[in-house]
């Protein structure tokens, strides 16, 4: 499984076409937002959901081995026990990453991924991860661009 930091960066670097199997069209959901991030830096995103014809204005398709182009990350926003046949579509269409979301766990498609020639994932989400290794923190509210030593005024002495 990929943990660390230049493994992290290598994966999120080289996959610029980006499967999202559970992509929702609900513009609240995470993974929605976390698709958005990732188009609005530069990479492709393929929704795969087969309740929608297209979501944040790219096709659908219903799943991963309808995709006609090739696919350098499936990015899974999806339960734990539902990856395993995710993990087997990824192999099928010649992946090179299984990233499992935020809370998603399934370590025996992540090992069969891994079996297969593809990096995988667990635990992390794209977009976090993207922010924090490439600058994008300010997504978060966190780049303020104000830097001060000087104590607010309204906190108490």
């Known amino acids: 499984?990929?943990?660390?930091?230049?493994?992290?960066?290598?994966?999120?670097?080289?996959?610029?076409?980006?499967?999202?199997?559970?992509?929702?069209?609900?513009?609240?959901?995470?993974?929605y937002f976390a698709a958005k991030y990732m188009l609005e830096h530069g990479y492709t995103v393929i929704p795969v959901n087969p309740r929608y014809d297209a979501i944040l204005g790219q096709k659908s398709y219903k799943s991963l081995r309808d995709i006609p182009t090739k696919v350098d990350m499936v990015d899974c926003f999806r339960k734990a026990e539902e990856i395993m046949p995710i993990a087997e579509d990824a192999i099928a269409i010649g992946a090179k990453a299984l990233w499992q979301q935020l809370g998603v766990k399934n370590i025996e498609a992540a090992k069969s991924a891994e079996a297969a020639g593809l990096d995988a994932v667990m635990d992390r989400c794209v977009k976090i991860e993207h922010a924090r290794l490439f600058g994008g923190l300010n997504w978060f509210g966190v780049n303020t661009q104000v830097i001060s030593a000087k104590r607010p005024q309204w906190l108490p002495y």
């Open 1 to 31: 499984m990929i943990d660390d930091i230049p493994g992290l960066r290598r994966i999120l670097k080289t996959s610029k076409v980006i499967a999202v199997v559970g992509l929702s069209g609900d513009w609240f959901r995470p993974s």
